[in-house]
């Protein structure tokens, strides 16, 4: 399809493993966001990139949370050591214009992240 | 600071009902962008509408209108008429250039209609 897609969309893990969550943009879409939807909530911002630059990555809740976008078209979103409280959707939205602007956002299903 | 309140967690109503969503803001920024989203079980976030803040007309798409005042800081969303595939989360989102227009969402109002 033409849209935001995100793999996995279920994802499982132990305390303490490593995880990596994938985003396909709509193609040609120069920013990308990332937020996580706790239950109940909003989505919270995460961090967006521009193309493949980071400019602002100030909601990563620690520094086991990282984000890259290295050819500024898939964007990876890993999580170290992971704990309890990071289960959470984790949504991706990419939108044409560059970050900065008020363009529409367009989001992807989410990966449903559960850490037991 | 930018906040975005949608006082109610969960509406319930049967179908060919009208419902409203309501959606308050605050920002101190004289130029901002709103937004709502539906968010149906399936968990992607639908766009349904975009409105900046020069603009006060209210608008209609088919079932669903949008009444913008900015005296009240309000952006609230009526469906007129719901339907069964209407039942969802709502999010209602501001967009403004001192929150480094990086959104700020709301909590959602959860909608369900009833056949």
């Known amino acids: 399809g033409a849209g935001v897609s995100q793999s996995p969309r279920y994802k499982v893990a132990k305390r303490g493993q490593d995880v990596a969550l994938r985003c396909d943009p709509i193609s040609g879409h120069v920013s990308l966001f990332w937020y996580q939807q706790a239950l109940g909530q909003g989505p919270e911002f995460l961090t967006y990139?521009?193309?493949?630059?980071?400019?602002?990555k100030s909601g990563l809740p620690s520094d086991r949370f990282f984000a890259e976008r290295p050819e500024g078209s898939v964007s990876t979103l890993k999580i170290q050591r992971t704990q309890q409280e990071d289960s959470a959707v984790y949504l991706c939205?990419?939108?044409?214009?560059?970050?900065?602007?008020?363009?529409?956002?367009?989001f992807g299903p989410g990966t449903r992240l559960t850490v037991l | 600071a930018q906040k975005v309140t949608q006082a109610q967690t969960e509406i319930s109503v049967v179908e060919k009902e009208d419902v409203t969503l309501d959606c308050v803001y605050e920002t101190r920024d004289t130029t901002y962008y709103l937004f709502w989203y539906k968010q149906p079980p399936s968990g992607e976030l639908v766009f349904l509408i975009r409105?900046?803040?020069?603009?006060?007309q209210n608008e209609i798409s088919g079932r669903y209108s949008w009444n913008f005042q900015k005296s009240t800081s309000s952006f609230n969303f009526t469906i007129t008429a719901s339907q069964v595939v209407d039942s969802a989360v709502y999010f209602c989102?501001?967009?403004?250039?001192?929150?480094?227009?990086?959104?700020?969402f709301g909590r959602g109002t959860s909608l369900i209609v009833h056949p």
């Open positions: 989102a501001l967009f403004s250039s001192g929150g480094s227009y990086i959104p700020t």
């Open positions: 409105r900046n803040s020069f603009d006060e």
């Open positions: 939205a990419s939108s044409l214009e560059e970050a900065g602007t008020t363009d529409t956002q367009y």
């Open positions: 990139f521009q193309n493949e630059a980071q400019l602002d």
